[in-house]
């Protein structure tokens, strides 16, 4: 997503000073293309909207926003989008018919969008050296601003206002179309774009700054990128972990499966607790360790879909799984200590506990279990 948004951009500002309609059709084919990736790709897409009315004045292309081009752009974006139209109406459509597992929008949510592109922290978790890092790093991005924001303004007005709509525009969408009475829909993943545009928005006032050669330029640069760094140790450490759930989910499930295959010599299938686990265990699965699911076949999320048709690894009753291979090993979310199994009765023969670098969330656990 983040790669064809870039794209685009790249074309649109193209095809503003200079256009022909071959990049009018490679506009229209990306955005197309965007929506056929990610829904929320529209974000980006609407942040264009937002560029073009404000440049309106600087190119003589664009001082009429509504032009036969612009219009047909997105005429042929839509009809390249038409085959998926459908299964976006009914995945959207559910999603705010039935609910999500994402939390509502608070005042902390910019706060915390922040605190992630920076430290990879939520803002709760930046504490002590980490908090004066943070304040460091905004303090710097605050002052730069204004020494140099209002300059760039002048000197390259298109070119900043379309920093400033790609890195504001998407979240503030976002966070607006979280509000009820529609269901909240804000992560962080979903505006990714977005929060690569603040970094890159960054990187311009930094280069503003080194440019007129001040003595402050590397203790700006310096905090920036101490800070950056931390946040890129974080994303090594934590890994894949998931803070929207509650309680915050680690997933170690590579880790877990692995575990498995060194400590069990048998013929023991694996068995996901969950279609969603599924999709993430069975990339590791092997042939003495195959991954299988029980089907749930009455679910309504599109991203069910690629398991509704087929009985690939799908198995409709646990217990008699369990009975034919004599044994399974069950993998899912822990919160607690206490072993959790699949209706029936069960003895555990042996436990797998996955690794969490975060204190309080849940994590993959494997039990191995007998059918009685």
Sequence with gaps: ALLITSAATYVLVSVTERPTRKKWLAYAVLVSLGMWTHYFTALVWLAHWVWRWSVRREYKNARKFWTKEWILAHVGAIALYLPWLPFMAHQLGTVQGTGFWIQPVTADTPVNSLTNVFLYLDHGDVKNWFALLFVGALGAVGWLAWRYAPKLHKTYPSGWKLILALAFVPPLLMFVASLPPLRPSYIDRYILPALTWMI??????????????????????????????????????????????????????????????????????????????????????????????????????????????????????????????????YIANWYNDEPRTPKGSWRVEQTIVGSTPVAGSSVTRAYKLVAE
Excluded: C
Excluded at 235 to 251: C, D, H, K, S
Excluded at 257 to 285: C, G, H, L, M, N
Excluded at 299 to 328: C, E, P, Q, W
């Design 200 to 329: 890159v928005g960054i990187a311009v006032l930094v280069a503003a700054h080194v440019s007129q050669r001040d003595r402050r330029t590397w203790l700006v640069a310096g905090a920036l990128i101490a800070t950056l760094g931390v946040g890129v140790y974080h994303v090594y450490q934590y890994g894949n972990l998931n803070r929207n759930a509650t309680p915050i989910e680690a997933q170690s499930v590579k880790q877990v499966v692995a575990e498995i295959a060194q400590k069990d010599s048998s013929d023991t299938p694996i068995v996901a607790d969950s279609p969603w686990r599924f999709y993430e265990a069975v990339q590791y699965d092997s042939s003495k360790h195959q991954v299988y699911f029980v089907g749930q076949d009455d679910v309504t999320y599109g991203s069910y879909d690629m398991l509704r048709d087929s009985d690939f690894r799908k198995i409709s009753d646990v217990n008699d799984f369990a009975k034919k291979h004599g044994a399974i090993w």
